[in-house]
């Protein structure tokens, strides 16, 4: 099979992670018979500086046709994050209709939680957040601006569509994981209109799941059972500002952000999905080559068995657990391996060595 990626490795440690990834992929696609032709986009803050765009206008149907999208990451100091942002990865989020963002939380073999006494078996789940309306809508503006009448308004958006079908992903994903459960992230006591919608689609869906196991937690207390009970949870399905705020906290507990991976996915595949590590542009270690790249690794894997590529996907999991397993790790975690230093130890056991 030949695959057609686009690749936008973006800025800061983006820059530097993505390209170790592709190494990667090289390597697997040498050993497992398919091929990978990659075409980079400078689609960045940089081509905001020169352009005045972070894309091009027809930036979007311009990987309109590829089989996915492999992103680094985006964000500036210089160019506002809402500019940056709103200029480059959420629009192609919403266009490709990625709906569904998907993100591991994983304690891998050999990594310290900074929880006392936790292992692999109490920290694996994952969070399936609503990727494309909820908290992160454009309905709204400012009012009166600069005057003591100023007013500015953000709407939340829950459409019925938007929920259920990250509902049905949810309870799909949940009943094929030998825990079957599902928890939900939610906040009807604070927020009047929107969450008790949620929770009332919640409930209608795990009508339709008898087979999956659900509870439901209020956002303040979920944050909190996610550091000391992280083994109660096996998939938890969260508003996009929800997702967002856990699949951070879900990371720190399994280590550090640097290994957290995520999916943007298309299920329906109208449109390529889009795989991405989960943290930015980390301005405050780019340019040092010390960024972790396991969640640019495990967004490749996600990517690899998103395609149907599901030995090499296998395989590439096998090798980040065998890496980390041996305490190879970049300074995020303890170590001292430099992000190259950590690929080439990844690449040495993919070929056996
Ligand atoms: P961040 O994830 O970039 O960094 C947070 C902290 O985690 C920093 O101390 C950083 O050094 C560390 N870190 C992150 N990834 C790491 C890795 N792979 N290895 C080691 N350490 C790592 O989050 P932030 O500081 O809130 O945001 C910085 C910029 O990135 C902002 O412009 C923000 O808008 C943007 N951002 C982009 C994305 C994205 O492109 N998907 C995600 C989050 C933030
Ligand atoms: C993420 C990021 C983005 C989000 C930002 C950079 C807009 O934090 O992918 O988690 O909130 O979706
Ligand atoms: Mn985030």
Redesign the pocket.
């Known amino acids: 099979m030949t695959y057609n990626v686009a690749l936008i490795p ?5 820059k530097e ?1 993505v390209p170790e990834a592709v190494k990667i992929i090289k390597a697997l696609s040498k050993q497992h018979g398919f091929e990978m032709i990659f075409t980079e986009f400078p689609y960045s803050c940089e081509n905001y500086f020169k352009t005045g765009r972070m894309m091009p206008e027809d930036g979007i149907e311009k990987l309109r046709n590829f089989d996915a999208i492999f ?7 210089q160019v506002p ?1 809402h500019v ?2 709103w200029g480059l ?1 959420i629009p192609i989020r919403r266009q490709m209709q990625q709906y569904v963002n998907v993100r591991p939380v994983k304690l891998l073999p050999g990594i310290q939680s900074p929880l006392a006494n936790r292992t692999s078996d109490d920290i694996d789940f994952v969070v399936v957040r609503e990727n494309n309306e909820g908290e992160y809508s454009q309905i709204g503006g400012r009012m009166y601006e600069g005057t003591d009448l100023e007013m500015v308004v953000q709407e939340t958006v829950f459409t019925r569509k938007g929920v259920d079908r990250i509902m049905r992903y949810a309870f799909e994903l949940a009943r094929k994981r030998p825990r079957k459960h599902l928890s939900s992230a939610t906040k009807s006591n604070g927020i009047i209109h929107t969450m008790p919608y949620w929770d009332e689609r919640f409930k209608a869906f795990s009508k339709q799941y008898p087979d999956v196991k659900t509870d439901q937690f209020h956002i303040d207390i979920l944050t909190a059972h996610f550091v000391q009970h992280p083994d109660w949870f096996d998939v938890v399905v969260g508003s996009n500002l929800f997702g967002d705020i856990l699949s951070d906290l879900g990371p720190a507990i399994a280590g ?3 290994i957290a991976a995520s999916a943007n996915l298309n299920p329906e595949k109208k449109f390529p999905s889009m795989f ?10 780019a340019g040092k080559g ?4 396991i ?2 690794f495990w967004s490749a894997q996600m990517m690899l068995d998103f395609l149907g590529e599901k030995k090499a996907a296998t395989l590439l999991m096998q090798a980040l657990e065998a890496v980390t397993a041996n305490h190879i790790f ?3 975690l303890g170590g001292n391996a430099t992000t190259k230093e950590f690929t080439e130890a990844v690449l040495n056991n993919l070929n056996g060595n």
């Open positions: 973006g800025d800061g440690i983006g992670v992103l680094g990451a985006v964000g500036d100091f994050d940056s942002l990865l550090s952000i640097g991405e590590p989960v943290h930015g542009s980390a301005p405050d270690i010390i960024a972790n790249p969640g640019t970049t300074p995020d």
